[in-house]
């Protein structure tokens, strides 16, 4: 019995030993692309995004009403650019990697299943978030402007007090002004 404990809390040490970690300016920066398969992912937003989770699909950003920088294939079919009725869509991430050239640059791609298992999406997660092919939970400074906008009306309006307005500009004005 004290073997198998042993065995047991040395295999979890050792698999949380290999979990890796990797951030938008690690990416960004690198000179080489960053090899293997990662845990977790720190977008240029902060937000932590991990093998596991649920990401979901935002609004398709194409002319044709289909996704840029979200790729679907189903079982050994060529990937081909997301449809808009992926839109809202949760997938379960499964692989977290990256792409890309030096003198292109490097990005990270994110593989995520649909809830059936049927279809995988390849997700180009940074140029994906920079036009909300995928969905987040973050402020960007374009909801921070529309929030505090939105707080301002109801103050004008006496449906907000002052003390919730102050609230809402004290938590949005770091965003807004990019010092986040």
């Known amino acids: 019995m004290k073997r198998t404990l042993l065995l047991f809390a040395a295999s979890i040490f050792i698999l949380s030993a290999n979990a890796q970690t990797i951030n938008y300016e690690e990416v960004t920066n690198a000179t080489k ?8 992912y720190i ?33 050994a079919s060529t990937p081909t650019l997301a449809s808009i ?9 499964l692989k977290i990697t990256t792409a890309g050239t030096k003198r292109m640059g490097y990005n990270v791609i994110i593989t995520s299943k649909t809830e059936q ?8 997660y940074e140029k994906a978030l920079s036009v909300n092919e995928v969905a987040t939970e973050m402020l960007t400074r374009e909801k921070a402007i529309a929030k505090l906008k939105e707080a301002k009306e109801l103050f004008d309006l006496d449906m907000m007090t002052k003390e ?10 770091p965003i807004i002004k990019g010092s986040n």
């Not at 298992?117 to 180009?124: D, I, K």
């Not at 919730?164 to 004290?170: D, F, G, L, S, T």
């Open 33 to 40: 692309r960053p090899r293997g398969s990662f845990d977790e």
């Open 43 to 75: 977008t240029s937003l902060g937000e932590s995004i991990k093998v596991g989770d649920t990401m979901y699909l935002g609004s398709p950003s194409n002319a044709n009403n289909s996704f840029l920088y979200v790729k679907e294939a189903a079982f």
């Open 85 to 93: 009725t992926a839109q809202g869509w949760g997938s379960e991430v």
């Open 117 to 124: 298992g049927f279809t995988r999406y390849y997700t180009e």
């Open 164 to 173: 919730e307005y102050e609230a809402v500009r004290i938590k949005v004005t």
